[in-house]
């Protein structure tokens, strides 16, 4: 018999990523022994054949560091109550994890790339043991999400993306990223399955109140301070780069800031003189940069933006980029958010703190009662010893 799904407070890929927070807390490591170095004292010779008769350049050869062999894709990695998962599904997973990570890694020296690489493997290997787990009780519970039920659920999400998007541009964004759409709609369903699955099990577990709410509130307060902000609009007269005199480039930069300062004061229109002169992108809306903070201009900039009031402009102001006239728009001092306005936020963090909490224990019992099956080479990580950092010389 299949239960009713509620898609009231579903998110994509939710119950995916709550697994993956879930099974990774306190896991590192991977605990795979590192490729010896090869002694060169020791005579590298294949079996049977006289040293002697080896050429220098096969003894060199011998003594290279040798690729390698490739991992068999069928090659299994654990049984989880006599279910396998193959070495190709854990490098699947593994591949998509390291090119959403790509860019973040890019810097990282080979040896911490090597090191990430590993600790990354054994955290996805606990994620599909635990996800296994998972859906071995959603198969016995006779739970099927069917692909119409998904499509509704995931258009439901889209719409309330701000702004709204489509699933065409959903589907874009899914294949630039080099994943197929049929293979994103089928995660979708087992997620939405894994997810009725902890409702049965958060029914009765999840009580949170306007008392927790405040007490999180009070406990946290930087998280509910807003910092100084100002809105404020420029003109930016950047010297000509193909003028073969730098500071003859910059005096007529300036000279031509100084003329439009002039402008401004004797009462022209600030954001059309943007519009007509200024060297920024945000000359199409005159000038206007937006509400910013602290720390998020020049120092130069910075310093003026915040000297003036509102209705204020300042005197020419040199940065790195050019001549600036700034005029302050607006002005918010630092203020912290009233409870009233940050509750809800705050019930939706606690509410998915506990979640994880009742999941954890889930998937723990779950574990215990389990029979599962490493193959050698591998292990859970609760027996593999703690990463040490390599040297960096």
Known sequence: MRRAINRTNLSLAALTIGLTVVLVLGTSGCGQKEPETPDPNKPAVSSGEPASTLSETDALDSLAPQPEPKP???A??????????????LDQNLNRQMKMAGAQLGNLPPAYLEQFKKQMKQRILDSLVGETLIDQQVKAANIEVTEAEAMAAIEERVAQQKPPITIQALQQMVESQGESFDEFKRQYRLNLARQELMETQWTGKIDVNDADAQTYYDGHPKEFETAEQIQASHILIAPDPNNPDPNDAKVAARTKAEELLKQVRDGGDFAELAKANSSCPSAAGGGDLGLFGRGQMVPPFEEAAFALEPGEVSD???????YHIIKVTDH?????????????????RLIAQKKQEVVRGYLQDLKDKATIVYADGFAPASVRPAPTAPAMN
């Open 76 to 89: 299994v990695v654990v049984t989880v109550n006599g279910e396998r998962i193959t070495q190709g599904r």
């Open 72 to 74: 068999d894709a069928n």
């Open 332 to 348: 918010q001092d630092s203020q912290k958010v009233p409870l009233e306005e940050a509750k809800q936020a705050i019930m939706e």
């Open 316 to 322: 020419v102001v040199e940065t790195r980029f050019g």
